[in-house]
Structures are given as C-alpha cells and as structure tokens.
C-alpha cells in the first residue's frame, strides 16, 4: 500500500523525481493485490497496476537511500540479516514522525483493517512528503 500511495501523492510535485519501490521480507512474486487490499486501493484511487511483489535483498539496499518498513519485527530482520545496511532502515512512523510505532499487517483480517491500515499509511506517507519537502528546502 505504502509503495503505490506514496508515488500517487509525490506524482506532479517537486518528490515526483524520487524512485519509490517495494520489497518485503516474505514477498514472492505471485502474490498479488486481490480482495480486501484490491477493495481498499480501489477505494483509494490507488493505481496498483504492474506492481510485482518482490523479496529485501542486497541488490535493493545496496542501492535505496532509504528503506522504511512497517514494523519493528521488518526492521530488525532486515538488520540482522543485512547488518551493513541498518543505517538505511528505519521504521515510516520513525522516519515521518519521530515515533516507533508498528503498522499492523492486516492480511486475513477483513476490509475494515485493511481500511484502517491504509489510513495509518496515509497518515504517514503524507507526513514523509512534508519532511522530505523541508528537506529539500534546506
């Protein structure tokens, strides 16, 4: 979700050069945006087309800036197993806000967590954008 709502909401702005991608730590290619996650990126306006979900590796760190996950438990996987990367890697309600708060992962748990999620994400996409235009600013 956070892959394709940050590209929809830096698109025709002064963020609309940065290269937004997505990787997980359990991704595999076949799965795709079906049901409840469809629904809300529907609901959204979220084009989700093309997106091919794809596992962290050191090929996408080696060359992101920034890598920022969802939760704890992603950060720390991704540190223990990559541990030359873990200045990269911060959690989005971290790197947006300053707080380490944990997004849940709402798969199986119906729309309404799906729709709660996505509005956690857009809180803290949004408040990435605003501190990564100050940045550009200074």
Do not use: C, W
Not at 65 to 79: A, F, W, Y
């Amino acid at each position: 979700m956070a892959h394709k709502l940050m590209e929809n909401l830096i698109k025709g702005t002064e963020l609309e050069y940065l290269e937004v991608d997505s990787a997980g730590t359990a991704a595999m290619p076949y799965y795709a945006i079906v049901g409840d996650l469809r629904t809300v990126m529907d609901e959204n306006g979220i084009n989700y087309t093309g997106h091919i979900p794809q596992m962290i590796d050191r090929d996408i760190l080696e060359s992101s800036d920034l890598i920022l996950v969802m939760t704890k438990g992603h950060k720390s996987d991704i540190e223990y197993r990559f541990p030359a990367y873990g200045g990269k890697v911060y959690l989005l309600s971290e790197y947006a806000e300053g707080r380490r708060k944990d997004i849940p992962d709402p798969i199986g748990m119906g729309v309404e967590s799906y729709r709660e999620t996505f509005k956690m994400i857009r809180f803290y996409v949004e408040e990435l954008i605003e501190r990564l235009k100050n940045e550009l600013k200074d």
